[in-house]
């Protein structure tokens, strides 16, 4: 079983920024990518960023230049750090990753989500 535990989610003016942070636990063999999603309000969920675990990223075209995905394999955690936050990035991010487990199979696991809001 894999639990996703998220982070750092809050009200921020716009202009501001914020980290998201989301650790993995539970057995696995490995994770392979590691991804950032959000859903606004009446809204479909979309990828925001990516990243494999040869550390190739890929970004939404509209956080690019502004939001930075990295992870810590190690520490089995994910972060996304958000610049320049616009009020059209107000939203539940979600963290989700893909896990192999020691019998081979493949597991996409989701977080519970946090909230992000910008507003003056």
């Known amino acids: 079983q894999v639990q996703l535990v998220e982070s750092g989610g809050g009200l921020v003016q716009p202009g501001g920024s914020l980290r998201l942070s989301c650790a993995a636990s539970?057995?696995?063999?490995?994770?392979?990518?590691m991804g950032w999603y959000r859903q606004a309000p009446g809204k479909e969920r979309e990828l925001v960023a990516g990243?494999?675990?040869?550390?190739?990223?890929n970004y939404a075209d509209s956080v690019k230049g502004r939001f930075t995905i990295s992870r810590d394999n190690a520490k089995k955690m994910v972060y996304l750090q958000m610049n320049s936050l616009k009020p059209e990035d107000t939203a539940v991010y979600y963290c989700?990753?893909?896990?192999?487990?020691?019998?081979?199979?493949?597991?996409?696991?989701w977080g519970q989500g946090t909230q992000v809001t910008v507003s003056s």
């Open positions: 539970g057995s696995m063999f490995s994770i392979n990518v």
């Open positions: 989700n990753i893909e896990v192999i487990f020691y019998s081979g199979s493949i597991f996409r696991s």
């Open positions: 990243i494999t675990s040869g550390g190739n990223t």
